[in-house]
């Protein structure tokens, strides 16, 4: 065997025995061993650890931020292998702006219960929607997601009220194989295809959406989520939309551009204070 083929082999025969889409799509040990372990309140951001339940009565966390006189909430979620550190981290220029801030990781991240599916993916979101429609009765909410964050986010639009949605990286699982030309992955699609929830369908979800102002980031250089699969669910979209280029970066950073885009971070920021005021 070509050692150029190992590879290849290793990652088809993890996705044949580790779930598929689920194992390929979130990666929650990646998350715990490789991305940082921040304390919000060194930088400055004091912050409340709430707990909710969600659809299979797992217990989650979320790090709160919030002051007297926020009005509306945003929903923070990250994307695969990612902890709820690296997103706040992604996110934390967000905090101060006069609404709360929710950082949320998923079933079986970080301390959450449960083991990280695919299948929890929706019911987890909504559990910290609940939680912030309770808590701040009659407000608006909105959700900005990343990666596989962003296709929960749209996903989650479909279903509840939103005010308005900032989408990172976003792109469709059911089509992901094809989207990246991912030829030596083509025997197990069929599986991986299947893995998926329908209700994770990006293209369907944003069929449903009909008045949520959405704002498509994206990078052209993004290896991981097809910068022309991207332009495909914007166009297809047919609400109020925006559709905002992150700069020239290294392709290890495009996913994840804005992080590195301070014109990004002002954009998503105005955005949201526009919607949620």
Known sequence: ???????????????????????????????????????????????????????????????????????????????????????????????????????????????????????????????????????????????????????????????????AIVVEGAFNPKTIVDDRHMWYAKPLEARFVAGVPDDLDTARCLNEIKTTPILFVHNRDDALAPYDAARRLFDGYQGPKEFFDTKKLDSSQAHMGSFFDAQAQAKILAFLKQQLS
Not at 7 to 16: D, E, Q, S, T
Not at 53 to 72: E, T
Not at 105 to 124: C, H, I, P, R
């Open 1 to 163: 065997m070509r050692a150029t083929a190992l590879p290849l082999c290793v990652l088809i025969a993890a996705m044949a025995i580790s779930g598929c889409a689920s194992y390929w799509l979130l990666y929650p040990g990646m998350a715990e061993s490789t991305d940082p372990h921040l304390d919000p309140a060194a930088s400055g951001h004091q912050y409340q650890v709430i707990s909710v339940l969600n659809a299979n009565r797992v217990s989650l966390k979320g790090w709160l931020f919030a002051k007297p006189g926020d009005h509306g909430t945003a929903l923070i979620l990250g994307g695969n292998a990612m902890n709820i550190s690296a997103t706040y981290a992604q996110s934390r220029y967000l905090i101060g702006n006069g609404f709360r801030v929710l950082v949320f990781t998923w079933q079986g991240f970080d301390t959450n219960g449960g083991e990280a599916d695919l299948t929890s993916l929706l019911g987890d979101a909504n559990a910290f929607y609940a939680y912030a429609q309770s808590h701040s009765p009659g407000e608006p909410i909105a959700f900005v997601g990343y990666s596989t964050g962003a296709v929960t986010g749209i996903c989650l639009g479909a279903r509840e009220p939103l005010k």
